[in-house]
C-alpha cells in the first residue's frame, strides 16, 4: 500500500519530486564553476573568490593529495572552521575518491586519538593551533601524513598582516622539526594531474559524527547520493538561485552547517559568506554589511542575535528565509528575532525543522507560506516519514505517539559500527529502508508533524509516558525562564519521577519560592505526571561538541545553585 503523503498540499510552488544527478560531488561544483564562472563562490573575512577560482583551488588541493599519496578509499580527517581550506579539502577528497572525516576542531587530544583512530584516517588536515592534538596521533593510529594550515593563509596580504597582529601572533608555534606538510606551500607547488576517481554517486563521500547526548558519539558514513539529494532539496525548500548570499555560520563537522549551508549554496551558485567561529557582534556585522537572504542557526545564535543591539538600527529587509534547528527552539526567541526582523524591514518566520545527521541535515522543514505552531514541519522533496510503533514497522493513526521512521535519498549508508547498523536501517513490508530515529512524534491529518523527544529520554512516570521536550516547551514559556531541560529520575513508587533543570533569564534570580512558581506554572499547562517534582537553577548546562545538552553530563552530579522538591 502507498504511503500517504497529505503534506504535498503545504509545498505551494515547492516541486513534489527532483531528479538528482548520478553522480559526485566534485562533478556537481564543477558543473556551477562551468555555469557561474565569474561570481563570487565563498566571501572570508572579507576576501571573495569566485567559481572559477574554487575550481581551480579544488584541482589544485587534488593533485596535493594525489602527490601525498592519497587514494580512492583513503580517509583524511578535517578539522577546520568554517573556511576556505576546510571547504577546498572536502571537495578535492571526493575528486580522487578519498573520504573526508569531519572533526570538530575544538577535539581533545583523546577525542582526536580516538575519532581519526575509528575512521582510519592516514591523513589530516588541521589549523596549527591544533598541532599538539593531532601530531600525537602519529605513530599511534593510521595517522601519517599531517597537513597543517593557518586561518590567515585564506586572506590577503594586507589580511593576513591584520590578522597576525591580532590573532596570529598569540598562537602557540609549530616546532621546526615537526613532521608536517604545510597547506600553502602544498598549494604553490606543480603537480601531475589527478584523475577523477570512476567511484559513482551512491560511494561513501564523507563520514561526520552524531551529537553524542546520551553517550559515545557514532561515525556515520554518508554517500555522494546523500550529500546531493540533501542540497537540492534544502534548495529548492527556499528557491535558492544565483545570486542569493547564504550566511554560514554552522561548522562544517556538522551536516546542518556543511550540508544545508556550503554544499547546498555552491551547488546552486549562491555567495556562501563563511563565519569561522561564531560570535553575535561578528555575525550581527556580516548581517549589516553582506546582507544575506537566507541564514540558519540554533536556538543559542538567534537568541544573540535577538539580542544584538547593532541590529536595531539595521536593514533587515534582505532577510527571504531563517531556519532553526539542532535544538528546541524556545518560543521567546522565535518571537523576539521574528520581531527584531520586522521592525528593520523584512518579513521572516523563523521556522523551525526536523533532522539529525544520518540524514546529512534536514528531514522535514516548515513550509515559507503555511507556518503551523508547535510542527517541526512536513517532509522535504522525495523524504517519507511515518510514526510506527516503537521496535516494528506497523504505521500509527494520525495523532497517536510513535517512532519517527524515515525513508529517501538522503538516508545515510550506516554507522561505522555494522552492529549498531543493523538496530536502525531495517527492511519493512513494503521492499523499503527506513531508518528508525529513535525519536518520538506524531503527525496531524494534513500532514504535519511533530516532535516529543527521544525514546531514550522518554520518561514512564505512574505508567504515564512523558516527554520532556512537551515539558521543557511549556517551562521556557515562563518569562523568568532562558532555558530548561528535564530529565527523569529513579523513583520506587512512580518508576521514574520528572525533575527539571532550569537557566533563568536575568534579572530573575534563583529561590525556593520561584521553583515552586515554575513547578505551579506546569501544573497548569500539564496533565499532573509530566510536571516536575524536583527543580534545580543552573548558571549553565553542559554541552556537547553539537552544542546540545549533555543530558547524561546534566545528570552526574553537577552543582545546583538552588531548587525546591
Known amino acids: 500500500m502507498a504511503l500517504s503523503r497529505p503534506w504535498l498540499r503545504a509545498y505551494g510552488d515547492v516541486p513534489h519530486s527532483i531528479a538528482y544527478p548520478e553522480t559526485t560531488l566534485y562533478d556537481v561544483i564543477m558543473a556551477t564553476v562551468r555555469r557561474v564562472p565569474d561570481t563570487v563562490a565563498f566571501d572570508f573575512l572579507g576576501c571573495t573568490t569566485t567559481y572559477r577560482e574554487l575550481g581551480r583551488l579544488i584541482d589544485q588541493a587534488a593533485e596535493a593529495f594525489a602527490a601525498l ?118 598549494m604553490k607547488r606543480s603537480y ?68 544545508a549551508l556550503v554544499n547546498a549554496g555552491l551547488m546552486t551558485g549562491c555567495r556562501v559568506i563563511l563565519v569561522p567561529r561564531f560570535s553575535a557582534d ?26 544584538d543591539p547593532s541590529l536595531r538600527r539595521a536593514d533587515l529587509s534582505c532577510l527571504r528565509a531563517a531556519f532553526c534547528g539542532g535544538d528546541a527552539l524556545p518560543p521567546s526567541v522565535k518571537q523576539r528575532f521574528e520581531q ?79 552492529t549498531a547498523t543493523a538496530a536502525v536501517l531495517k527492511r519493512h513490508t513494503d521492499g523499503r529502508i527506513w531508518l528508525h530515529t529513535g525519536d518520538v512524534g506524531n503527525r496531524d491529518a494534513d500532514g504535519y508533524f511533530y516532535f516529543r523527544g527521544r525514546l531514550k529520554r522518554m520518561i514512564k512516570s505512574s505508567g504515564f509516558n512523558v516527554y520532556p521536550a512537551e515539558v521543557e516547551q511549556v517551562l521556557c514559556q515562563h518569562p523568568a525562564v532562558a532555558e530548561a531541560c528535564v530529565v527523569g529520575v529513579p523513583d520506587q513508587s512512580q518508576g521514574e519521577r520528572v525533575q527539571a533543570f532550569v537557566i533563568l533569564r536575568p534579572p530573575a534570580t534563583p529561590s525556593p519560592r520561584l521553583a515552586e512558581e515554575l513547578i505551579a506554572h506546569c501544573h497548569s499547562r500539564l496533565i499532573k505526571w509530566s510536571c516536575p517534582r524536583e527543580l534545580e537553577f543552573r548558571t549553565e548546562f553542559p554541552r556537547t561538541r553539537m552544542g546540545k545538552v549533555d543530558v547524561r553530563a546534566l545528570t552526574q552530579g553537577q552543582s545546583a545553585t538552588g531548587g525546591a522538591g
Open 192 to 259: 601531475p594531474a589527478a584523475s577523477r576517481s570512476q567511484i559513482d554517486t551512491n560511494a561513501l563521500a564523507a563520514i561526520l559524527f552524531s551529537g553524542g547526548t546520551l553517550g559515545t558519539p557514532k561515525g556515520i558514513m554518508l554517500s555522494h547520493r546523500n550529500f546531493i539529494s540533501d542540497g537540492l532539496q534544502m534548495a529548492a525548500w527556499v528557491g535558492l538561485r544565483e545570486g542569493d548570499r547564504v550566511l554560514a555560520a554552522l561548522p562544517l563537522f556538522h551536516g546542518f552547517g556543511l550540508g
Open 282 to 307: 561578528v555575525v550581527g556585522r556580516l548581517i549589516r554589511r553582506k546582507r544575506p537572504t537566507m541564514m540558519a542557526g540554533v536556538p543559542t545564535m538567534f537568541d544573540a542575535l535577538g539580542r
Open 69 to 186: 599519496g592519497m587514494s580512492t578509499g583513503d580517509r583524511i580527517a578535517i578539522a577546520m572552521p568554517t573556511s576556505p581550506q576546510g571547504v577546498v579539502a572536502f571537495y578535492a577528497a571526493t575528486k580522487i575518491g578519498a573520504v573526508p572525516v569531519m572533526i570538530h576542531p575544538l577535539s581533545t587530544a583523546p577525542e582526536v586519538e580516538r575519532l581519526v583512530g575509528l575512521s582510519h584516517a592516514r591523513f589530516a588536515l588541521a589549523l596549527d593551533a591544533l598541532y599538539d592534538r593531532f601530531g600525537g596521533a602519529i605513530g599511534r593510529t593510521f595517522l601519517e601524513t599531517l597537513i597543517l594550515t593557518r586561518l590567515s593563509d585564506a586572506l590577503s596580504p594586507l589580511k593576513r598582516l591584520g590578522f597576525w597582529f591580532a590573532q596570529g601572533r598569540k598562537l602557540p608555534r609549530v616546532p621546526r622539526a615537526a613532521p608536517v606538510r604545510w597547506w600553502k606551500e602544498l
Open 340 to 418: 527584531l526582523v520586522g521592525e528593520r524591514g523584512g518579513q521572516v518566520n523563523l521556522l523551525e525543522g526536523y533532522g539529525l545527521t544520518e540524514a546529512v541535515t534536514g528531514v522535514m522543514v516548515m513550509p515559507l507560506v503555511a507556518p503551523r505552531e508547535g510542527s517541526v514541519g512536513v517532509p522535504l522533496p522525495d523524504m517519507l516519514v511515518k510514526i510506527c510503533r516503537p521496535d516494528s514497522d506497523e504505521e500509527l493513526p494520525d495523532r497517536e505517539d510513535g517512532e519517527i521512521c524515515v525513508s529517501g535519498p538522503s538516508v545515510m549508508l550506516g554507522y561505522l559500527d555494522d
